[in-house]
């Protein structure tokens, strides 16, 4: 049973530091309980621990609210995204991956400690030029927080729920709607989030089940801090970013609605948040156009959030691999992908090396691969198997009944003749199969419609963008075989043409031959001269 606090109370604060869950919150001023955390201290204390130390009795049972949740006053909140119903642009740079790795597979990835004993992990870049390293810290509003040695940061490590990678998503998509994202906040109500989650159309879930969750998942991605060591690439110079938030909470305002017994429910939560330091090196237009700095970004379909949010118990693995799939193919570019990358990417090297070791553990392993594969195909994410090195009878069962016809004669004649050959349809994979896999590779993934779509326009611009950079050379180009044309329909010698430019006779012999292409300065003389156009 939840508790709650009445207006009566006289906040002397002695039960907030005794109560187990944490339920007991402050918000201007006012002590009040949140009622997805309160469990009335059960399995814990015979009594409630706010009730038996309150000097007044404070305390009581929530009662369960009467009449709808009526619409109060509430803060203005940055603009809904996917607009268009299917997708909307979100921050893609390797500093966001990474976070999104961390906070989908953190109990899988290969944490190290330093010589202060602080927990931390790190991901090399640009072949061990540069380097991107996350810390824990359990400080969400200070602006220098202190980062956690291991032992503080182990529980915070297992306590990080695969669905605060949504959040974290969804933070990146709204920092791109800003035009400085380091400096400018965006404020984001439990209603959007309830909406790009799925999550209003939960029946089963009570409100107040609802807003505790969105209230987790929305702090967890502000508990990471990053530290960037990034080297030259191309004109942009190298840079260096200091520890500091991946993402800054400004402020959580909670929205009440009181009963009649003076008894507050709350009804609401706004968020303010900020991109760190990171977005000025990583999501900045104006240095982006100087050469100084990147502006990279991707596609984020809503459909992704919603599935992450159905599968996450059951299908861990899937929804690791699903939004890995998320930055590999940002644009548009399918890759071949090996199975030990994937099943890395699912469910850690620790996982990969128990199951070469041991064969139960391999056998385990591989139908949950299976499973999760099977998973992405039924929400559109459709994996191509290799037909050289991923062969049928490696392949899992699913994949194997999507080529059944669908005419039931067809059908008949298909398993008749499947049961009169030597290996059956539905027969145990080949001795080695493990060995196989090892070897195996997907050629890629069909994607969804909503997601191709956008991704087709991505790639379409970025060809349009290459073609412009390079018209101006395709138009002024000459070829060795059209200044030697040119020259003799002139009936000028390649002595007279090299006086006329200033040049040696050697040099216009050379050219003719292909040696070498005239610069751009050259190559207006010599059209000025042989009257090309």
């Known amino acids: 049973m939840s508790y709650t606090i009445p207006n009566s109370c006289i906040e002397c604060g002695t039960c907030k530091p005794l109560c187990p869950t944490g339920a007991i ?26 009730v038996v130390h309150c000097p007044i009795d404070c305390p009581t049972p929530l009662q369960a609210k009467k009449g709808r949740y009526k619409a109060a006053e509430r803060i203005a909140t940055s603009p809904d995204l996917f607009s268009n119903g299917k997708n909307n642009p979100f921050a893609s740079s390797m500093v966001i991956w990474e976070a999104c790795k961390l906070l989908s597979g953190a109990k899988i990835l290969p944490w190290k400690t330093d010589a202060n004993g602080k927990l931390y992990y790190q991901r090399a870049v640009k072949h061990g030029r540069g380097a991107i390293a996350f810390r824990l810290s359990d400080d969400r509003e200070s602006d220098l927080p202190q980062t956690l ?20 998503l969804i933070y990146a998509a709204y920092a791109t709607t800003l035009e400085k994202p380091w400096e400018q906040e965006f404020i984001i109500s439990d209603l959007q989030i309830e909406k790009y989650l799925g999550l209003d159309k939960r029946k089963d879930l009570t409100k107040a089940t609802k807003l505790t969750l969105i209230k987790i998942l929305a702090q967890q991605p502000c508990q990471l801090l990053t530290t960037i ?25 909670h929205h009440f609605q009181q009963d009649e017994s003076g008894h507050k429910h709350l009804m609401g939560i706004t968020f303010r948040i900020r991109a760190g330091r990171w977005a000025e090196y990583f999501l900045n237009k104006q240095s982006y156009r100087k050469r100084t700095a990147f502006y990279q970004y991707g596609t984020l379909p809503q459909f992704l959030l919603s599935t992450v949010m159905s599968i996450w118990q059951q299908h861990q693995g899937a929804v690791r691999m699903m939004l890995w799939l998320l930055f590999k ?24 090396l128990e199951a070469s070791l041991k064969r139960e553990h391999r056998k385990r392993l591989v139908r949950t691969f299976e499973s999760d594969l099977e998973v992405l195909n039924y929400y559109r994410l459709k994996p191509i198997f290799d037909p050289a090195t991923y062969q049928s009878e490696i392949q899992p069962l699913w994949a194997k009944l999507d080529e059944l016809p669908e005419d039931a004669e067809e059908a008949l004649e298909f398993w008749t003749n499947d049961g009169s050959g030597d290996r059956r349809l539905t027969d145990s994979g080949p001795r080695g199969k493990w060995d196989l896999l090892m070897k195996a590779r997907i050629l890629g993934f069909e994607l969804p419609s909503e997601w191709a779509e956008q991704l087709a326009k991505l790639e379409k611009k970025k060809q349009q963008k290459t073609a412009r950079k390079t018209q101006p050379k395709m138009n002024f180009e000459l070829s ?19 006086k006329k430019l200033g040049k ?3 040099w216009i012999r050379d050219l003719e031959n292909g040696r070498f292409c005239a610069k751009l300065e050259d190559q207006l003389l010599l059209r000025k001269v042989l009257g090309l156009s």
């Open 329 to 352: 193919v940002k644009m548009g570019q399918q890759q071949c992908i090996t199975v030990p990358t994937l099943m890395r990417v699912a469910y850690g090297k620790e996982k990969m």
């Open 149 to 168: 040695d291991e032992a503080a940061a182990l529980p915070i490590l297992d306590a990080i729920d695969i669905r605060s990678a949504c959040l974290h």
């Open 504 to 506: 040696s006779q050697s």
């Open 480 to 498: 060795a075989e059209a200044i030697q044309t040119a020259r003799k329909h002139r009936g000028i010698s390649q002595r007279d043409l090299a």
């Open 25 to 50: 919150q402050i918000d201007d001023g006012q002590y009040w309980i949140e009622p997805g955390l309160c469990d009335g201290c059960q399995d814990r204390y015979s009594e409630p621990q706010c």
């Open 229 to 253: 060591d990034w080297p030259q690439q191309g004109k942009v110079k190298s840079f260096s970013v200091e520890e500091s938030r991946l993402w800054h909470l400004i402020a959580i305002h």
